[in-house]
């Protein structure tokens, strides 16, 4: 039966895959991450793990040319993600270009603080992002066209204080939270920002801009981190606006997990309404039968939309999807809460 769902899943992605003249990107938050430094590359290489397995099969059957992964663990030499698109390219999906940055997940940060103010130092939650390892749960870019690697622009290690109209958290009393030595150092992105730049087969660039923001919730009433899930969506817009540096080029695709949805549940959603109402975006609502426009299922929360693939004004989008499990043992399923979100693009 898996193998089955596995070919139908094939046969209604590979209708609209591979076209001449079209472009397929996606963004797929796997889950990978595990619970120590070094356990993902042994858990893909022993090849019994069964979340792994129905990862490559989702990824596989959608053959996007361009993927945003999250929830991957990152490692100096890239091991893991070598590893893994091993294991894609026996599927039948290689991607020779890479992009796998160190994140801020698990990074201390100057010096030891309480970075999110709980009265304790050491924590996980006391590096620039959430992580107990350094590079728990980052974020990486697999591509069939080749990527301008002199281009790549890191927004990584930008401060949250230095981001313009910045919404910093603060005490009661207008005081900084959890502290002013925090906020000096505090980074914006809880996991990474990159824009990549890919080279089309006729010439010209495609500029990639990928992210994993952080979940609105897990803090207090300072709101701290529905504040920095905030502006990490907004720095996308002030990056079009030149405010960041030069304002790239067109076209491009925002591919990533915002970690928010425009309706349900929690956080500042006029963050990723904006985003999705920017003119000099188009926002393809992909669907599936099964859920509509919702992208993950979480226990207790529901379904919502977080992840997304938003291509430039001018781009013409033929085909976009989620990829929603139409049983509870499809690979799907069995990946990752989150699902792999596409969008076809043509090539003109």
Do not use: C
């Not at 193998?3 to 139908?8: D, I, N, Q, T």
């Not at 924590?123 to 107990?132: C, I, L, M």
């Not at 529905?226 to 502006?231: A, E, F, K, P, Q």
């Amino acid at each position: 039966m898996r193998r089955l769902a596995a070919s139908l899943l094939l046969l209604i992605l590979a209708a609209g895959a591979g076209q001449a003249g079209t472009l397929r990107i996606a963004t797929f938050n796997t889950e990978l991450s595990r619970d120590g430094p070094g356990l993902l590359l042994r858990d893909i290489e022993r090849g019994s793990d069964p979340q792994i397995a129905a990862v490559v099969e989702v990824i596989s059957a959608a053959q996007p040319d361009v993927l945003a992964l999250q929830g991957i663990d990152w490692d100096y030499e890239g091991r893991s993600l070598a590893a893994l698109a091993g294991l894609l390219a026996e599927a039948g999906a290689a991607y020779p270009y890479r992009v796998f940055l160190q994140p801020n997940t698990g990074l201390p940060p100057p010096a030891l603080l309480d970075m999110d103010g709980n009265g304790r130092i050491g924590g996980p939650r006391d590096n620039q992002g959430y992580g107990r390892f350094r590079g728990q749960g980052g974020i990486a870019l697999l591509s069939r066209l080749p990527v301008d690697r002199g281009g790549i622009r890191d927004f990584s290690a930008l401060l949250w204080r230095d981001l313009p109209g910045a919404l910093l958290p603060k005490h009661p009393d207008g005081r900084p939270f959890p502290s002013g030595a925090v906020q000096a150092v505090q980074r914006l992105s809880a996991t990474a920002h990159w824009l990549v730049p890919l080279d089309l087969p006729g010439g010209g660039q495609l500029n990639v801009m990928t992210f994993h923001a952080t979940p609105p919730v897990f803090d207090g009433p300072e709101d701290r981190n529905g504040l920095r899930n905030r502006d990490e969506i907004r720095l996308w817009q002030l990056l079009l606006d030149g405010r960041l540096g030069a304002a790239p080029q067109a076209p491009f695709v925002i591919a990533g997990d915002a970690n928010l949805d425009p309706e349900r549940g929690e956080g500042r959603k006029d963050a990723i309404r904006h985003l999705l109402g920017d003119p000099r975006l188009q926002d393809p609502q992909p669907l599936s039968p099964q859920a509509g426009t919702a992208t993950v299922e979480w226990q207790g929360a529901g379904r919502m939309r977080v992840d997304y693939v938003l291509p430039s004004a001018g781009l013409t989008v033929t085909g976009s999807g989620v990829v929603w499990p139409d049983a509870p043992s499809a690979a799907a399923a069995t990946a990752s809460r989150h699902r792999l979100v596409w969008s076809d693009i043509a090539l003109d």
